[in-house]
């Protein structure tokens, strides 16, 4: 055995396959098994023979083969394979011949079965209920590498073929894949389905699915036929769906200049599903929570979510199946690609939605991962299959999707768009790496493309960009903007847009160096007689980089939000920026409690919702630096949202604003944990009539999260009847939606023994695994119980999600909010005799994260300022 695995040494530890044969179609049959979870299977693989070889090396695992059955038929005679060997932790499978398999293309043949696993990945089993009696589906969930886990298969982006799929299943089943069927054979109680061939597309995009469901369908304008799927009795709830697809397909036809090009659209919501959803060139499978939306039971932001979730699974029909990366390395191009243009769909067809205003939220997200020093650039090396699943975070998606926006935004979009309909058209069926985008919008632009993107893909981290004015000059200087306050290394082609008392006075420049004076005398002038114009630097926001002012323009800012001079995205980039810079002890909290006071008569959702934001944050550091001055800290936060909660007011108004119907919510809920009375009485006041009489109007979708938070702030083990009765609405509801609120609010509670018993609740057979990560976040009483708890159940946690990138959540929720060193030490201790690949980049983030919070909390408690002016804010009348 020793020398069996020295001979083949030269295919193991190898990021990718060796390239002698080429896959060109998979001739697939499967037949799972739904009692005993396990399937058998069958392949021919048309392969394309290259270059001299005996051997054939491709990817499987936790498959068994049965050695018997492979064999390779080329035109003339049949080989059969004298050796095989499976290497589960390369996930390969080399199959050796007598002799060099004949140039040319020739059929592989081989057996297997393997087990429909529970762990949400390659081929696996999800429950439902049907008629009060539990039953599984099949599924498949193949991206980033596991369609090796359902049959042996050259498993990489690259490897582009065409798949036949047959599937023998329960007749009384309904059996989808990615393709139309052609025909169904009935056999007594089984059935043999057969699909059409499907066009080239990459291994993770096959999609199988068995089990019992209802749909509702539609179709397009030009005959393509949509269908989602859901649970029998839920089809309702898949409506709105199906309409933002119809439109989308239509929108994406136009923009891309290329039809959809498969015969139909299926989008299914499966009960158990790790990923929010999953873009099977068309079979798009969904959690619930993103697809299904039910009128009197889905909040304003579900039905947003639902929209967008759509809408960046259908742009990858086009930008991913169509044309896909070509490695992982891109997957950026893939996932912030269809982020960004997910808000454009979106945009088109809910106007009113200011969605744009919105995308705010994915910047900040990207910004806040990106300013770790353990962060990762955009486009980051891949050397082992088991390290893909942690680059599908914040970065990939947020900050890809921000700077394609800033590009966006610097090209111009009709310029953008005709390099994009030129880059899907050049490279559809086959593969593309990143500067192929590059080089197509070079192309149709002109512009300096590929310089000016390779400073924001292929380095780590983004730029502070300081401003200084000086006699009617504007100093700015570039340095890597860091969390820990020390300023890395790094430089940017950056994109500057300014405006300088008006919008209709700006500016803009690359600034391409350290530092640049720019002589600012013509937009001065432009500005009036006004003593101190105010000047704002990233215009809308649309460049992915910080502005640090220096103090004069800093209270020129402050002055011109109290004006209501700036536009939504300008303010909330403000905050945003100041937040930041706080946190890296840049900026004192005094000087950001005083930004925020501004802000008191805010009008939109975007900026309060940060501001809401920023402001629970704030009020955790303080308790953690100077517990004395929470109460202040608090009254103050109640005194800048209570106007804006006074005028939504708790009853929805006939015909307000979706962004009205959002707001109204985080208002409450904000007010209610910072304890704000009058709130707390309502809400628990409401609850109990909802209890009474599930039906009441009193407690609108919108309204529920607030008035669950509300309830459990007054839960503790001698009163425990609001936890009670909200775990009983949980039991009761079978609404996804409803059911991950309940969960969100419970972690809320103050008191840690209650939080224990709901941690263990988290575990129970009540709360499917792919949900629990929605009651991690727990109050900042209970932190330390929820770290006792995750060390207690490490060995639990890793045996049920194995590696895969739900049980990094873990430790980012659990571990991320702590704010003391000897913590971060205690956390590293812990994991040092538990280290694996797919935690580590995790771990490190979220022990970078706790030493930012401690040193936040120094800085505060050295803020000799900090009393007086919270004593002065809290009780300021307006």
């Known amino acids: 055995m020793a020398e069996q695995n020295q001979k083949y040494s030269q295919f193991r530890g190898q990021p990718r396959l060796p390239k002698f044969a080429i896959p060109k179609r998979y001739d697939l049959k499967l037949k799972p098994d739904l009692t005993a979870c396990k399937f058998t299977g069958a392949v021919q693989i048309s392969v394309d023979v290259v270059s001299d070889t005996k051997f054939l090396v491709l990817n499987a695992a936790e498959l068994s083969v049965n050695s018997k059955s492979v064999n390779f038929a080329s035109a003339n005679k049949v080989l059969e394979a004298v050796e095989m060997e499976l290497f589960e932790e390369d996930e390969i499978v080399v199959l050796e011949f007598k002799e060099s398999l004949p140039i040319g293309v020739g059929v592989l043949s081989m057996e297997f079965e393997g087990t429909l696993n529970d762990r949400m990945k390659g081929f696996y089993r999800s429950t439902y209920e049907h008629n009060g009696e539990k039953k599984n589906m099949a599924v498949t969930q193949f991206e980033p590498a596991d369609a090796r ?27 989808l894949s990615n393709m139309p069927i052609t025909e169904e054979k009935q056999n007594g109680n089984l059935k043999t389905v057969y699909y059409q061939e499907s066009p ?132 950026w191009l893939n996932e912030g690609f269809a982020t960004w243009v997910s808000y454009l769909a979106a945009d088109s067809l809910f106007p009113d939605w200011k969605i744009w205003t919105q995308f705010l939220d994915e910047c900040t997200e990207g910004l806040r991962l990106d300013g770790l020093a ?74 300096p493309v590929n310089k000016l993107m390779n400073s924001w893909t292929k380095q780590v981290g983004y730029p502070v960009v300081s401003v200084k004015l000086k006699n009617q000059s504007l100093e700015f200087d570039q340095s890597r903007f860091l969390f820990t306050g020390s300023h890395g290394d790094g430089q940017w082609v950056v994109p500057i847009t300014l405006c300088c008392g008006s919008y209709d006075a700006r500016k803009s420049f690359l600034l391409e160096s350290k530092s640049k004076t720019l002589d600012v005398k013509d937009l001065l002038g432009a500005s009036g007689s006004l003593g101190h114009p105010w000047i704002k630097v990233n215009v809308e926001q649309t460049g992915f980089y910080r502005v640090k002012y220096d103090e004069d323009l800093s209270a020129g800012l402050r002055n011109a939000i109290e004006r209501k001079y700036l536009s939504t995205c300008d303010r909330n980039g403000i905050l945003d920026d100041y937040y930041s810079l706080s946190m890296s002890c840049e900026q004192s909290m005094t000087s950001l409690l005083a930004l925020m006071s501004a802000y008191r008569e805010e009008p939109e959702y975007t900026v309060l919702s940060n501001l809401i934001s920023v402001s629970s944050k704030v009020a955790k550091i303080v308790a953690d630096s100077s517990p004395e001055l929470v109460g202040d800290v608090k009254l103050f936060f109640i005194n800048l949202f209570q106007n804006s909660a006074e005028r939504l007011g708790w009853d929805p108004k006939p015909g307000e604003s979706h962004l009205d119907s959002m707001l109204r919510g985080e208002l409450l809920t904000a007010l209610a944990s910072f304890g704000h009375e009058a709130t707390l009485v309502e809400a628990n006041k409401r609850f109990r009539i909802f209890l009474e009489d599930r039906n009441a109007t009193v407690l609108p979708p919108d309204l529920r999260r607030a008035v669950y938070v509300a309830v459990m702030q007054g839960v503790n083990k001698s009163n425990k009847s609001g936890y009670e009765s909200l775990l009983r609405i949980y039991r009761e509801t079978d609404l996804s939606q409803e059911k991950t609120r ?35 976040s727990v109050s900042s009483e209970s932190r330390e119980t929820a770290w006792n708890w995750l060390k207690a159940k490490w060995d639990h946690l890793t045996k049920t999600y194995g590696a895969g990138f739900l049980i990094t959540r873990f430790i980012s929720a659990i571990v991320s909010p702590f704010s003391s060193y000897e913590k971060a030490g205690e956390v590293e201790e812990f994991f040092s005799s538990r280290m694996k690949p797919y935690i580590a980049r995790t771990l490190k983030q979220s022990i970078e994260r706790v030493h930012i919070n401690a040193a936040w909390v120094k800085s505060i408690r050295n803020d000799k300022d900090l009393p007086h002016a919270v004593k002065e804010l809290a009780y300021r009348k307006y």
């Open 374 to 447: 353990e962060s990762h650039p955009i486009e980051v090396d891949i050397n082992h299959a088991s390290e893909i699943d942690e680059i599908f975070d914040a970065i990939s998606y947020r900050k890809g999707a921000s700077v394609i926006r800033m590009l966006q935004s610097y090209l111009g979009p009709e310029s953008f768009q005709r390099g994009l309909a030129s880059y899907v058209k050049k490279y559809a069926c086959s593969n593309a790496k990143t500067e192929d985008l590059w080089s197509a919008l070079q192309e149709e632009s002109g512009e």
């Open 200 to 331: 080239i597309m990459s291994t993770y995009l096959v999609a199988v699915v068995v089990g019992l469901f209802d749909y509702v369908e539609d179709n397009t304008p030009d005959g393509i036929n949509v269908k989602v799927y859901c649970q029998v009795g839920k089809a309702s709830q898949g409506k709105f769906a199906l309409e933002v697809a119809v439109k989308t397909l239509g929108l994406y036809k136009e923009y891309f200049a290329v039809p959809y090009s498969l015969p139909k659209l299926d989008m299914i919501a499966i009960p158990d599903f790790a990923a929010g959803a999953m873009e099977n060139y068309g079979l798009v499978t969904y959690r619930e929570t993103a697809l299904l939306y039910d009128e009197k039971h889905s909040a304003a932001a579900n039905k947003q979510r639902v929209a967008t979730v759509v809408a960046h699974e259908l742009a990858h029909q086009w930008f991913g199946n169509l044309v896909t990366m070509e490695w992982w390395t891109h997957l």
């Open 742 to 776: 309940i969960l969100g609010s419970l972690g809320t509670c103050r008191d840690p023994e209650i939080i224990q018993e709901f941690l263990d609740f988290l575990l129970s057979s009540e709360v499917r695994s792919q949900d629990v990560v929605f009651g991690l």
């Open 149 to 175: 886990r359902c049959f042996p298969c050259w498993d990489e982006p690259a490897c582009k073929a065409t798949f036949k799929i047959t599937l023998e299943v329960p007749s009384d089943l309904l059996a």
